[in-house]
């Protein structure tokens, strides 16, 4: 098993990896369209740093990922940086769960939330991931799930 963070060469077969958890939460795929799009979204946002994918493979074959987009807000109390994680599509094939790997997937975007100075990490969880995120520290508020690195 080998993890890292994906660069731009991983783009198809990340693409691949948000239909099949596209397909697994909401019960479609999605159109090509919407591949497109993700496409498109990946290629700018990794070459930049924007967004940062960690993946888990197993002889060449994604089995866990975690997506991380980058944004900068209008600064808050709370947030002074204005910078604010994303998390999205954590996915582990059905014959790698219960192994530990979305949990390693996520720290992972953890640490790379707070090397890039980003004050809190978002999520939206599906039920199944709820008390992993609980686990990490996120609270749930309204309809997403937030976690906040203290100020320095």
């Known amino acids: 098993m080998v993890i890292h963070k994906a660069d731009v ?15 697994t939460v909401k019960g479609t795929r999605g159109s090509e369209l919407f591949a497109k799009a993700v496409e498109g979204y990946l290629r700018k946002h990794l070459s930049v740093g924007t967004c940062v994918v960690w993946l888990a493979e197993d002889e060449g074959k994604i089995v866990s990922c975690a997506m991380l987009s980058l944004v900068e807000e209008l600064p808050v109390l709370e947030n002074p940086s204005g910078r604010v994680g994303f998390l999205h599509n954590v996915y582990t094939h059905p014959h790698y769960r ?19 100075g980003a004050g809190r990490v978002c999520l939206g969880a599906t039920k199944q991931g709820r008390r992993l995120y609980e686990k990490l520290g996120f609270n749930f508020r309204k309809d997403e799930m937030q976690l906040d ?3 320095d």
């Open 149 to 151: 690195f203290p100020l």
């Open 98 to 116: 219960r192994q530990g790997l979305a949990q390693q997937m996520v720290v992972k975007c953890l640490q790379s939330a707070k090397e890039w």
């Open 9 to 23: 060469e991983d783009v198809d077969r990340l693409i691949e990896v948000r239909r099949q958890f596209q397909e």
